[in-house]
Nanobody, 115 residues
Framework: VQLQAYGGGLVQAGESLRLSCAAS????????MAWYRRAPGKQRELVAQ???????TYADSVKGRFTISINNAKNTEYLQMNNLKPGDTAVYYC??????????WGQGTEVTVSS
């Protein structure tokens, strides 16, 4: 199983980005997908997660600005990030957990928000 994340970039504060992450390979049924991020000098943190039934969880710092969604048929998740702030600068990683609770990670995509 491979996860390919893309969509990062350099934006100014207040702008938007949309991250995508596609899972491919022999996937034993999708359970949930998530986005984590690691800012410079900080530990990795959960940004948002979504189950195949549509249940979502967000970090307090992104509630109301970020929206996670999933296309179950394409094993793809998205993270729409609006009103970006310099504090959102990080490498964003996608995660997939299948129905056997095996855990997979993407390679990371960098998001830089300038003030």
């Amino acid at each position: 199983v491979q996860l390919q994340a893309y969509g990062g970039g350099l934006v100014q504060a207040g702008e938007s980005l949309r991250l995508s992450c596609a899972a491919s390979g022999s996937i034993f049924g999708l359970y949930l997908m998530a986005w984590y991020r690691r800012a410079p000098g900080k530990q990795r943190e959960l940004v948002a997660q979504i189950t195949t039934s549509g249940t979502t969880t967000y970090a307090d710092s992104v509630k109301g600005r970020f929206t996670i969604s999933i296309n179950n048929a394409k094993n793809t998740e998205y993270l729409q990030m609006n009103n970006l702030k310099p504090g959102d600068t990080a490498v964003y990683y996608c995660q997939m957990i299948d129905k056997r609770f095996d855990n997979y990670w993407g390679q990371g995509t960098e998001v830089t928000v300038s003030s």
